[in-house]
């Protein structure tokens, strides 16, 4: 069988997770996916995957294997682009993945991208934990803060804070908060994203840096999830301004110690390294930026 169509198919099983669903994405029958895979298994002599009934997973050699194909089929990809119309034209199938309260950020930028680009096609995945790009097959992704994966290609879009808060009905219980130490002996919902820990971090109005350990009932990787416990005095939150701004407007969060702001993070696309970025991420990074541009008030509407 070719050889490169084996890769292809070798590749789009780990991607898609399954057999059938690579046959689909790749426009293929099931059988002929698998019997590229049995080919390149035979070729090799070694076992790159694993089936079972309900899932396929890669083994120790496989997972190698991959990665290198991936980077073979990109490079490939790229070269097509550098000598060709895909250079110029986002073509293909853009994979990006973004936290869920971010939706309202990236969906007005997909729309823009799929109706300047009709031979481009996007999967957006939302999600709130954070996923291997590359074991995942994913173009790019938009995070609230730096990965710790060095290897990837970081591009700021917006900078913005957190927000201390609580609910009018938290303070009527527990009392107001003067002083930061206090933070440490009050109920803390916290975000498990969140990038110094439990060490909740401040610039203060003179321009020193202060921090508070914090401590609390609520550890949550959705940003929604800690609004929603803030709004039900659960406790005290560092929420993000962009999804508190409409509730702290309202009288239904207090902000707390304004004398202290919280210390300004990055919103950022980050992609795996490619020495020729394709024009499906360029452009799509490149929209980015120019919304981040237009939207920074909302998304900082504290700065």
């Not at 298994?41 to 997972?63: A, C, F, H, Q």
């Not at 060490?199 to 202060?210: C, K, M, P, S």
């Not at 929604?224 to 409409?246: C, H, K, P, T, Y």
């Not at 919280?262 to 992609?271: F, G, K, Q, R």
Request: net charge negative; charged share 20%; hydrophobic share 45%.
């Amino acid at each position: 069988m070719d050889r490169f169509a084996s890769l292809t198919a070798f590749a789009g099983v780990v991607e898609a997770g399954g057999f059938s669903a690579a046959a689909r994405r790749l426009n293929m029958s099931t059988t002929m996916v698998s019997n590229h895979v049995q080919a390149l298994e035979d070729r090799l002599g070694v076992r790159l995957l694993n089936r079972t009934t309900r899932k396929v997973s890669l083994t120790e050699i496989g997972r190698a294997y991959y990665e290198r194909a991936a980077q073979i089929l990109a490079e490939l990809e790229e070269a097509d682009d550098i000598a060709g119309a895909l250079h110029a034209t986002p073509r293909g199938t853009l994979r990006v993945h973004s936290a869920t309260h971010m939706v309202q950020f990236i969906a007005p930028v997909v729309s823009r991208l799929l109706a300047a680009h009709p031979e481009l096609k996007v999967d957006l995945m939302m999600g709130e934990t954070s996923v291997d790009l590359i074991d995942e097959g994913i173009d790019v992704a938009v995070r609230m803060t730096t990965p710790p994966d060095s290897s990837l290609i970081v591009r700021s879009l917006a900078t913005w804070r957190h927000v201390l808060c609580c609910s009018p009905a938290y303070v009527a219980d527990h009392g107001s908060v003067t002083q930061l130490a206090e933070l440490s002996d009050r109920n803390c919902v916290r975000h498990a994203n969140y990038p110094f820990g439990d060490e909740w971090r401040f610039v203060h109005r003179d321009g020193h840096a202060a921090a508070v350990s914090i401590a609390g009932n609520l550890l949550t990787n959705s940003g929604e999830a800690l609004r929603q416990s803030a709004l039900d005095g659960v406790g005290i939150a560092l929420a993000a301004g962009f999804l508190v701004s409409d509730d702290l407007e309202a009288g239904r969060l207090l902000r707390l110690l304004p004398d202290y702001r919280p210390v300004e993070l990055s919103m950022i696309a980050i992609y795996p390294h490619r020495h020729h970025v394709s024009a499906k991420v360029r452009v799509f990074v490149d929209m980015l930026v120019v919304h981040s541009a237009e939207q920074q008030k909302l998304i900082d509407p504290y700065a």
